[in-house]
């Protein structure tokens, strides 16, 4: 993302996992850890997206973990249909963010994947911020989101995406009353909308 950026690797379940990580320049207030869209489809931690949300926890206060699930750059193993990914995403919590404040936020099927990990560790691990964007809810059975989280969860979406449509992800968030936001002409990749995201993000991602 920047010069600034470390890249290394960690064990994980199927193998090494990838990491890239930013950290602000005043004390972090925690970790955001951002998961990547679909590895079969081109999604990897530099996906424009999840750069974007990347920036806004570090203006946030953040120290933000992108991470390569399985199969994809120089992570171990190979696609679980989101089975192997959550353990992977899992487990970067648990080596890269083991305590302090913790925000979790997915792009895609990145926000699928997410979804599970807030319900596997909501309880035993206090959870201070989740956002999801461009949620695969057509694709993937999405998690319901514990109703203790909504205050701290920011669901975005495009008006426009025709990759997974908003009425699917209507279909998901109504039955938990819980809001989403709409980008008014926004695509799935917010081309030309990605400033407008990042403020959203880092509204959100703010003390």
Excluded at 60 to 76: D, I, Y
């Amino acid at each position: 993302m920047n010069a600034q950026t470390e890249h290394l690797t960690q064990a994980g379940p199927a193998g090494p996992i990838e990491l890239a990580i930013d950290r602000p320049p005043v004390p972090s207030r925690g970790h955001a850890v951002i998961a990547h869209p679909h590895p079969l489809f081109g999604g990897t931690l530099s996906n424009k997206v999840v750069q974007t949300l990347a920036r806004a926890a570090v203006q946030a206060g953040w120290t933000a973990v992108r991470f390569n699930f399985r199969g994809v750059g120089r992570s171990g193993g190979q696609f679980d249909e989101g089975r192997g990914e959550l353990e992977d995403l899992l487990a970067v919590v648990a080596a890269q963010a083991p305590e302090g404040a913790l925000a979790l936020a997915g792009f895609s099927f990145g926000a699928f994947v997410t979804t599970h990990a807030v319900v596997r560790l909501h309880g035993p691990r206090p959870i201070d911020r989740v956002l999801l964007v461009g949620t695969a809810a057509s694709r993937f059975q999405v998690e319901t989101v514990p109703a203790e989280l909504h205050p701290r969860t920011l669901v975005i979406h495009g008006e426009s995406d025709d990759t997974v449509p908003l009425s699917s992800v209507m279909d998901w968030a109504r039955p938990q009353s819980l809001p989403v936001l709409v980008v008014p002409g926004g695509g799935h990749f917010f081309h030309g909308q990605l400033p407008l995201l990042k403020d959203l993000a880092l509204r959100h991602l703010a003390p």
